[in-house]
């Protein structure tokens, strides 16, 4: 399950807090942070955030109970003037008052923040009035936020996460933008600097995804398979998430953050648009579709129908497949090959 964290940024503090940090990267590497740190604080950064920056949030000690329970994939709705303002997905969440002051206190400041979180993503182009979150909560959530909280109703973060609707994959796509990027620039993306142990990411939703997220999936879905060579296809469609390849040939195999009908839709063309484009010296034998949770009945019969197999997390690092028909696989191969005769 994903918990959902309400964050008020509104008095003078918290905007002056949110220049420092939020709308900016922290160099979290150099000094003065890189001190504050300890040794497991500073690898889980760098794993998540492998060039040293990243933004950050926090909360006061009212909160140690709640926060203790927020992980990475956790989704974080900024509030302040009458709308959410931004919506963030937490990566490496700790407690440690020395990093937090370092970030945020300055002389006067009556109390301290003592847990700090970074974000995988954040948009910052939202524009969310408090009445739409209102109403997507059926009124549980209802502004004005005057303090922090985490919403832990595994319900009801579902239900204002599909709500929020197309934010999700707005945030969802600037995470994909970022891996392409370093791709571009020619940087070594390695699968296995994108995780914890999340992914509860079952997380539930859709997504206020924001969207490391299926990067993160992918990488416990690798560490879970370690007999596995795991690589990223490179074609005229784009970069897949990831291919294996097989005795008996490829297995092409798409992550998404959500488990929602959209997800669905959105793994099934991306699927299909990679597989006609693999190199070809490589016939694809299996296409896959990957998510934190399991789709509906529909959404997997869907993926059925095409003959692609849909993989689900169970539990944190476990994955269950439930395989297509051997005969729509069969029926399929050709398409997926661009191999149909005319």
């Known amino acids: 399950m994903n918990r959902l964290l309400i964050q008020p940024v509104a008095n003078t503090e918290a905007e002056r807090n949110r220049n420092k940090t939020l709308h ?17 604080e500073l690898a889980a950064l760098e794993r998540l955030h492998p060039d040293g920056r990243a933004r950050f949030w926090g909360t006061r000690p009212f909160l140690d109970k709640a926060m203790r329970q927020v992980e990475l994939g956790d989704v974080a709705l900024f509030a302040w003037d009458k709308h959410i303002r931004a919506i963030g997905e937490v990566g490496v969440s700790f407690r440690n008052q020395a990093f937090a ?6 002389p ?23 009445q739409d979150l209102a109403d ?17 109703d595994e319900v009801l973060v579902r239900q204002v996460l599909e709500g929020l609707g197309r934010r999700a994959a707005e945030v969802a796509e ?26 509860t990411y079952g997380r539930t939703a859709r997504d206020v995804t924001v969207h490391r997220a299926e990067s993160l999936l992918m990488t416990e879905y690798v560490k879970a398979h370690s007999d596995l060579e795991f690589r990223r296809l490179r074609s005229a469609a784009g970069i897949s998430d990831m291919y294996v390849l097989r005795p008996e040939g490829a297995e092409i ?25 693999r190199p070809k010296d490589v016939e694809v034998v299996r296409l896959t579709a990957l998510f934190p949770a399991r789709p509906d009945n529909d959404g997997v019969k869907f993926l059925h129908d095409l003959g692609i197999d849909c993989v689900y997390r169970s ?13 729509r696989r069969t029926h399929m191969k050709p398409v997926w090959n661009d191999n149909v005769p005319e």
Do not use: C, M
């Open 24 to 40: 900016k990267d922290v160099p979290f590497s150099e000094s003065p942070f890189r001190s504050k740190l300890a040794d497991g």
């Open 101 to 106: 002051d370092e970030l945020w206190k300055e």
């Open 108 to 130: 006067g400041d009556a109390d301290s923040f003592v847990n700090v979180y970074s974000l995988i993503t954040l948009d910052e182009e939202v524009e969310i009035p408090y």
């Open 136 to 152: 997507v909560s059926d009124g549980r959530l209802s502004g004005p936020f005057q303090s922090g909280r985490v919403v832990r």
């Open 174 to 199: 600037a995470g994909d933008k970022y891996v392409e990027s370093r791709l571009e620039q020619g940087l070594v993306v390695e699968l296995e600097n994108f995780l914890t142990s999340e992914v």
């Open 253 to 277: 195999i798409e992550a998404k953050g959500g488990f929602t009908r959209e997800r669905v839709r959105q793994a099934v063309a991306q699927l299909l648009h990679y597989a006609p484009h």
């Open 315 to 327: 539990v944190p690092g476990r994955f269950e497949r439930l395989e297509a028909p051997a005969a």
